[in-house]
Nanobody
């Protein structure tokens, strides 16, 4: 059974840092793109970042996170990380990792993804 488990969320002050982890099991991790999404209360789920299988190409959804967030993966450990710096109150959300078997311009479309984790809460206080 495919499973994704996020960890590393918490409460942090504005300007602080967090590193989210996503642990994968039950599917061919090496063949899958992993994406990070987030959902704030009352808002739609939105893409944050994604990293492809094999060549590790990365994508960041918009300029608000580019330069502050860094995605990486460790295929040997079947882990994906999202390092977040200079956090802002607007980053407050539940963060999810998800897996899909290809990579393309649609990489931030949630319904393209096959597997999802349960989410981890990130709260940034001002």
């Amino acid at each position: 059974e495919a499973q994704l488990v996020e960890s590393g969320g918490g409460l942090v002050q504005a300007g602080g840092s967090l590193r989210l982890s996503c642990a994968a099991s039950g599917f061919s991790f090496d063949d899958y793109t992993i994406g990070w999404f987030r959902q704030a209360p009352g808002k739609e789920r939105e893409g944050v970042s994604a990293i492809s299988a094999r060549d590790g190409s990365t994508a960041y959804e918009d300029s608000s996170v580019r330069g502050r967030f860094t995605i990486s993966r460790d295929d040997a450990k079947k882990m994906v990380y999202l390092q977040m710096h200079d956090l802002e109150p607007e980053d407050t959300a539940v963060y999810y990792c998800a897996a899909v078997s290809s990579f393309g311009p649609w990489v931030f479309t949630p319904n393209r993804y096959s597997y999802w984790g349960q989410g981890t809460q990130v709260t940034v206080s001002s």
